[in-house]
Each structure stands twice: as structure tokens, then as C-alpha cells.
């Protein structure tokens, strides 16, 4: 099983740029273990085989799938969503009316729609022009999170005043299901872009980039492939949102530290 699991480190790390630790194969094979039951497959070497086999490809997908963190929550690290808020209101405030906003790893979209809300809140009126584009390399997670149904238990996080204006009951539903409102999903697009594979197939210039604790399981040249195209894409004075576990150090880049887990492109001169 080891040779098994080097063998899938390799393919995680060329095809998504995810660096599985060495000694990690229990956990991987506990995550892989539904496309096991799914190809009615024995063991680890099986799977292997099964990816290295014609045909084997569009298996890629969900093995990239299974072996992604898709941990969230509605305005996890709520201090961004504060400095996004002053910001947007700065610069509308200036005159801006069009904002354009990205959530680079949006997993289920409690970060895409906790964006969303935090726009409009600070925008008003003057949101009609505001978009969040929200990927991931996931299509079960971006298809959730287009569907926008949550749990009334996920939306604890959510103040009371917000939840009643952004989110309704779900019609007929015994459970305690909530949807997000057509006014607020209106301003969200999704799509699929592998944070692996440069350049990405996005046009600037961007407003604000959220990229939060995501690049602490690339190794450093996807890292730095990240950051080179988020300076490309962010307008002069635009953000730039990493985990508050991460930062830039021994990367090349011109963003400058603004707050912590927080970066600037520079305003031009």
C-alpha cells in the first residue's frame, strides 16, 4: 500500500497541486473509500491501477475530490469580511460603482454568500453592480453551493437581521432547511478553475480575492503560481485574503501586508 499511496501523491500533487504528508495512507484510504465501494474495487493498489488504466482520467475528478479539505463557514475569520466592508464603502464612496469580488476556493459557498452579504450590507444601493465569482476544483461542492440550501444550524454565525433579509424557509420542508434569497444569489456565478494550473482562465481586474487556507496543502511553486496571478488580476488598491494561518513569506510578490492575512496591490502612483 505504500508504493500505492507515493504513487497517488504524485498524481495529487501534479494534477490539483495538493501535498499529501508522507505517512498519511490511512487517511487517504478512509477519504477514498466510497470511490472504492463506487468501482467495486478491493484495495488501494486496485485504485491506483484503476487511475493508471485507459480510461482512467475522468476518475481524476472525484480522486481530487475526495482528498480536498472542504471545511467552511458563514464569515469564518470575520475580521476580512469587516475590512472588506470598509473597503468597498471607501471606494464607493470615491465613485466606484462596479465591483467585482472572488472567492478562490468557495467549497460549499458559505464564504461566496457571507461576501455577497457583507457587499450589499456595505454598498446599498449602489450594489447593482457588484459580482462574486465563486470556484473550486470540486463540482459536488460548487454544485451545493449554487443550490444554496443550508442547515438553520449553519446559519448561526448569521446575525438575525441578515438571515431574515438574505434567506428563506424552504417551502414544504420538515427540516430546518433555509435557501438562499434571489436577490442576493443573483450577484454569484460558479465555476470550476483548478488553483494548480496557471494562468487561470479569469479577466481583472478584481476588486478583492479571497484564497483562505487553501495554500498551506500546495507546495511552494503552486503557492507562488497563486500569488503571481492574483497580483495580475487585482485592480491597484485591491485586496488580497489568506487564512490567518497563512502568509506570503518566500514568495515573490509586490502585495503588501495591509493587516494580518490581509495583502494590497499597491495603488497606482
Known sequence: MRRSYEVLREIALREAGIS??????????????ARLRALALP????????LRAPGGRDELVHFV?????????????????????????????KGRRSFRIWSAACSSGEEPYSI???AREALGERSSDMKVLATDI??????????????????????EPLRRRYFEACPGSRDDLFTVSESLRKHLVFRRVNLAQTP???????DAVFCRNVMIYFDRSVRQGIVSEVERLLRP??????????????LETTLLRRAPSVYQRAEAA
Open 138 to 159: 470540486s463540482l459536488q461542492v460548487l454544485d451545493r453551493a449554487a443550490r444554496g440550501v443550508y442547515a438553520g444550524s449553519r446559519l448561526k454565525a448569521v446575525p
Open 116 to 118: 455577497a452579504i457583507t
Open 20 to 33: 499529501l504528508a508522507p505517512g498519511r495512507e490511512a487517511m487517504v484510504v478512509a477519504r477514498l473509500g
Open 200 to 206: 487561470f482562465p479569469l479577466r481583472g481586474p478584481l
Open 43 to 50: 484495495s488501494l493498489d486496485a485504485y491506483v491501477a484503476h
Open 65 to 93: 475530490e475526495a482528498i480536498s479539505i472542504h471545511h467552511t463557514a458563514f464569515f469564518r475569520e470575520e475580521a476580512h469580511f469587516t475590512e472588506l466592508a470598509e473597503a468597498l464603502a471607501s471606494w464607493a464612496g
Open 237 to 250: 488598491g485591491g485586496l488580497f485574503f489568506v487564512g490567518h494561518t497563512e502568509n506570503l513569506n518566500g
